[in-house]
């Protein structure tokens, strides 16, 4: 167990619709990554919150955001799903935003499109 | 952009036999590098980090890596393969500022009895 939890666990959902993957960090940790995990992209780093600010962006989606609360929990929106969408969408956390600490994974959101 | 890249998708070896998991990095400055191990329906775990401290880097559960600079090379190693080793492995490397981890594709890892 890394600390790091995800909920939901599974989620299905049609074309055009929207979803909330929620994630909270371990204990003290500040920073906050999200990443996808697909057959077609392999994993991919999506965005990057720190004590609540965008750290740095990756190959996130227009349709894709996020945010990071001031209980550094934090939620990836997804919006306007596409089939494409559907992947495992990890979080991860870690003490620091930089310096090569290393993360801590979540086990995970699986999202299906239909 | 910096990338990794992890040769074979798919490794089998025996039961008791050398695991060697091949892993490149491109960068013009030595990042952060790292290993992680997926097993199925499981979120990633840290394996072992290289962070300039040490060139040969112990990990858990037997494995480890060394960093090669002129070869630019990260590649783990396990001297006795055991059956509960088989899972997917990835490379992955960050820079010192703020960013995500980029992984390779993943090599799968494959332990015959």
């Known amino acids: 167990d890394s600390g790091v939890t995800q909920t939901p666990k599974h989620l299905i959902t049609a074309t055009g619709q929207r979803v909330t993957l929620r994630c909270s960090p371990r204990?003290?940790?500040?920073?906050v990554y999200w990443y996808q995990q697909s057959l077609d992209q392999g994993l991919q780093f999506l965005i990057q919150y720190y004590n609540g600010e965008e750290r740095a962006k990756g190959n996130i989606l227009e349709r894709f955001s996020a945010q990071q609360f001031p209980d550094l929990h934090s939620e990836l929106n997804l919006s306007s799903l596409e089939l494409g969408d559907s992947a495992l969408y990890f979080c991860a956390s870690s003490r620091e935003g930089q310096g090569g600490f290393e993360q801590f994974f979540g086990p995970g959101t699986r999202l299906t499109v239909l | 952009a910096q990338s990794v890249t992890q040769l074979g998708s798919h490794v089998s070896v025996s039961e008791g036999a050398l695991v060697l998991l091949r892993c490149n990095y491109s960068s013009s400055v030595p990042p952060y590098l790292f290993w992680y191990v997926q097993y199925p329906n499981q979120g990633l775990q840290l394996l072992l980090k290289?962070?300039?401290?040490?060139?040969l880097v112990k990990g858990i559960n037997g494995f480890e890596a060394e960093f090669k600079k002129s070869e630019t090379s990260f590649h783990l190693t396990k001297p006795s393969a055991h059956m509960s080793d088989a899972a997917e492995y990835f490379c992955?490397?960050?820079?010192?500022?703020?960013?995500?981890?980029?992984f390779g594709k993943g090599t799968h890892l494959i332990i015959q009895p």
């Open positions: 290289y962070t300039s401290a040490a060139t």
């Open positions: 992955a490397r960050m820079g010192g500022g703020a960013d995500g981890l980029t």
């Open positions: 204990s003290g940790d500040l920073s």
